[in-house]
């Protein structure tokens, strides 16, 4: 394996991952089938397993990139050309539902977006705009290999553009991905107590996702104090299931965010 977390607990944590999300649509749609929006908060969660599903094969079965030798296994972009898009389809979801707060009237309908929501939106079509474009040119030009390993000589200089823009798109990805929740948690006035406090944590849980593989794999490596890679230091934080862990615990916060706003749709229309 080249370049990619190959280690059993990396990937074994994805496919938790995706198994605990998909679980959570599932409990979703079982808990509330007759709410009007019931489809959409199953569809945050179902959108996020799908990321990690593809990020689980990508990390298990295809873990060869091409970042420092021009060549990759034939199917790791198109794993990466899946994960990060259903991901960012996750977070616009749960942006239109709990940004814009669902208006408990008669028609059920969603409050009008900010400005700033269209414009976080908008970052989120341009990260998937440059990580699907330079996966698809990856796959068309990269030589592939189809195992996890490969013979090409191993010089840093050749990284293809490609591989380039898959990583710029993937780091401003994570920050965007932080970003939207935290305006989620700044722009929505909770009904309750227990809602704030599920808005913070859900952005909380966040800092050790996101920020935290920003730290260690782009901030840190280019201190004085390191002198490790973002991997080696991965490896020695335990990093893969520190981030996988918020990004579970989030996800619990969104669903129970999402009971809460679905009981209420439920009860408003009990009242009629």
């Not at 079982?30 to 709410?35: C, D, K, T």
């Not at 814009?100 to 989120?124: D, G, N, Y």
């Not at 990284?159 to 401003?172: A, F, M, N, R």
């Not at 920020?211 to 230091?233: D, F, H, M």
């Amino acid at each position: 394996m080249e370049d990619v977390d190959h280690t059993v607990l990396g990937y074994s944590l994805d496919y938790l991952t995706f198994a605990l999300t998909f679980f959570l649509g599932c409990l979703t749609l079982a808990r509330f089938p007759n709410a009007n929006l019931v489809g959409q908060h199953g569809q945050v969660q179902f959108f996020m397993s799908i990321g990690y599903l593809a990020g689980a094969l990508g990390h298990h079965a295809f873990p060869n990139r091409a970042s420092s030798d021009n060549c990759a296994n034939v199917y790791y972009y198109l794993c990466w050309a899946i994960s990060y898009p259903a991901m960012s389809v996750s977070n616009l979801l749960w942006l239109k539902l709990d940004a814009s707060r669902a208006l408990f009237s008669s028609k059920q309908e969603l409050a009008p977006l900010t400005t700033t929501a269209l414009l976080i939106m908008v970052c989120h079509v341009v990260t998937n705009v440059m990580i699907v474009s330079g996966s698809m040119v990856c796959f068309l030009s990269v030589p592939h290999y189809s195992g996890v390993e490969d013979d090409c000589a191993v010089d840093h200089s050749t990284q293809p553009t490609c591989d380039k823009v898959v990583y710029i798109g993937e780091l401003c990805y994570f920050i965007v991905w932080f970003v939207t929740f935290l305006y989620i948690s700044v722009k929505h006035p909770p009904h309750s107590r227990i809602d704030s406090l599920l808005e913070w944590l859900q952005t909380v849980f966040l800092v050790g996702a996101p920020l935290q593989i920003i730290l260690v794999y782009n901030i840190l490596p280019y201190t004085s104090v390191w002198t490790k890679t973002g991997a080696e230091l991965s490896e020695l934080l335990g990093t893969a299931w520190t981030y996988k862990a918020c990004v579970c615990a989030n996800h619990v916060c969104i669903f129970l965010i999402s009971g809460h706003m679905l009981r209420r749709e439920s009860a408003g229309k009990k009242k009629k």
